[in-house]
């Protein structure tokens, strides 16, 4: 199975930022929309990790495989 | 019954001596999503839940303790050498004071495990829609702990187990869906 190009697992929003707020804006917030929300029953014949792989990744199939990481990071530095 | 192999389901390091990460570990441990909430949590539901799916939940319940000895064991790692005042330095010193470095079930702000975190209803739907939220609860829960490390082997193992719960979420939805359409049976209105 294959996914558009633009598609994306995490998706954000801006919270709106009144000028009374005591913190600076966070700017965008994050959330994870991972791939068994896409999916009802998992379809035969899928893609498969090499054993090796999956056995690192948490998976078999490359279709249910999504790598996180923290988002706000880059806002840190 | 069960057979214990002596090994944990993925490897646990550690690259830094933190013992506050430990801390906040603990939420997975005896937390409301946590590890052992969910494996008491399918392997009690399994007894009254439709035949097809039993098998389903006694599997996922199993994994859940591989997690939870994981879980265990960075907890562990991360405290086992710290001194009473690094503990103290940590925010660890309630800890300390009634454990010394022993776990315990309790969640990151020290609320101790309670069997009200979990729920048989004897429902299969509800029983599975619970199921599903605690796997997506769990998730989010590795996100924020992910968010808030900065230890890259403590986060390969946590995205690890974060990924686990992404594949159980989605054993739990097949599982609704084997119960809804009867799947295998061929029946003609």
Not at chain 2, 169 to 188: H, Q, T
Request: aromatic content about 14%; proline content about 6%; hydrophobic content about 35%.
């Amino acid at each position: 199975m294959t996914r558009a190009k633009t598609f994306t697992l995490i998706k954000s929003y801006k919270p709106f930022h009144s000028k009374f707020d005591p913190c600076p804006p966070i700017g965008r917030k994050y959330f994870s929309t991972p791939p068994q929300l896409y999916i009802n029953f998992q379809p035969p014949n899928l893609e498969q990790f090499t054993p090796e792989e999956a056995l690192k990744y948490g998976t078999l199939w490359k279709f249910f495989y999504d790598f996180y990481d923290n988002p706000y990071r880059e806002r840190e530095t | 019954m069960w057979v214990y192999e002596k090994k944990l389901q993925y490897p646990v390091r550690v690259s830094n001596c933190n013992p506050r990460l430990a801390k906040y570990l603990i939420e997975q441990y005896g937390g409301a999503d946590g590890e052992l909430a969910a494996a008491l949590r399918y392997l009690n539901q399994r007894y009254t839940i439709p035949d097809k799916v039993i098998g389903l939940l006694t599997d996922i319940g199993t994994e859940e303790f591989a997690h939870l000895e994981m879980i265990a064991t960075m907890v562990y790692k991360l405290t086992k050498d710290a001194t009473p005042q690094q503990m103290v330095a940590a925010g660890l010193g309630e800890h300390y004071a009634n454990h010394d470095g022993a776990l315990f079930y309790q969640n990151a702000a020290g609320d101790p495990w309670t069997a009200t975190y979990i729920q048989a209803k004897g429902d299969p739907i509800a029983d599975l829609y619970e199921d599903i939220a605690a796997e997506e609860k769990a998730r989010a829960t590795y996100q924020w702990l992910i968010d808030i490390s900065d230890d890259p082997d403590i986060n390969d193992s946590l995205r690890f187990l974060r990924e686990r719960e992404i594949v159980h979420s989605m054993r739990f939805r097949e599982a609704v869906e084997i119960l809804k359409e009867d799947k295998g049976k061929k029946k003609f209105f």
